[in-house]
């Protein structure tokens, strides 16, 4: 069965820290793709990052980075210089086997960042 | 940009009505989902629809039926609401099947029974 896990419930830091935020999935498809997700106060989900099964590079976007690794199948996601602004809940995503785009999201980490 | 927009923020209804929640995007997309979001659940999946008229269950169905009669809008029913139905209901949608394509999320509406 297909399952993503978030094992931190909440992460508290203090701004300018780093912080990685952990997320394991399982599933037998060979083919899938993983995905990250930022939900603000306000409530909506704002896609992240994407990541294909076949592609274990990885990825920096400014303050963000992702590390990738089917070995452990992990895709952890980084924040270096926490900022206020960044507090959100942030979940996980796989794709789910059987078309239609259906995703199976982790139960998600809330991230707070205090001044 | 893509835009999913739904018609309540905030929603309070008694125990027994029936409930509709609206959710419309304008990027022309095949599929739309609507989901509830409980703490320390996550996002689950309540029912889908991949194109007009079709419609799929999700992991949760119980409870709660929908309607896409046209492209753009999909709602979600509740047909006789219950107080464990209290939760943030978020739609989305998508451009197409194939797994790679994001979803693009509503900001939610927040639903509360008494």
């Known amino acids: 069965a297909q399952k993503v896990t978030q094992a931190q419930t909440e992460i508290s830091v203090v701004e300018k820290e780093d912080v990685t935020l952990d997320c394991v999935y399982e599933?037998?498809?060979?083919?899938?793709?993983l995905f990250w997700y930022k939900q603000p106060p306000s409530g909506e989900l704002v896609f992240l990052i994407r990541r294909n099964s076949f592609d274990e590079q990885n990825e920096i976007s400014g303050r963000y980075s992702w590390n990738f690794q089917k070995s452990t199948s992990s895709f952890n996601f980084t924040i270096t210089a926490s900022q206020v602004v960044d507090s959100a809940v942030y979940f996980c995503?796989?794709?789910?086997?059987?078309?239609?785009?259906?995703?199976?999201f982790g139960a998600g980490t809330r991230l707070a960042v205090h001044p | 940009d893509v835009k999913v927009t739904q018609s309540s923020r905030y929603l309070v209804k008694r125990t027994g009505e029936k409930v509709f929640l609206e959710c419309v995007q304008d990027?022309?997309?095949?599929?739309m989902f609507w989901y509830r979001q409980d703490p320390g659940l996550g996002l689950r999946l309540i029912y889908f629809?991949?194109?007009?008229?079709?419609?799929e269950k999700g992991d949760i169905p119980e409870g709660y039926s929908v309607s896409r009669e046209k492209k753009e809008r999909f709602s979600l029913i509740l047909e006789s609401a219950s107080t464990n139905q209290t939760s943030m209901y978020l739609c989305?949608?998508?451009?197409?099947?194939?797994?790679?394509?994001?979803?693009?999320f509503g900001p939610g509406t927040r639903l509360t029974v008494t």
């Open positions: 599933t037998r498809d060979t083919t899938y793709y």
């Open positions: 629809s991949y194109d007009v008229k079709m419609k």
């Open positions: 989305a949608s998508s451009l197409g099947d194939t797994i790679s394509y994001e979803q693009y």
């Open positions: 995503a796989l794709s789910e086997a059987g078309g239609y785009n259906k995703l199976i």
């Open positions: 990027m022309d997309h095949e599929n």
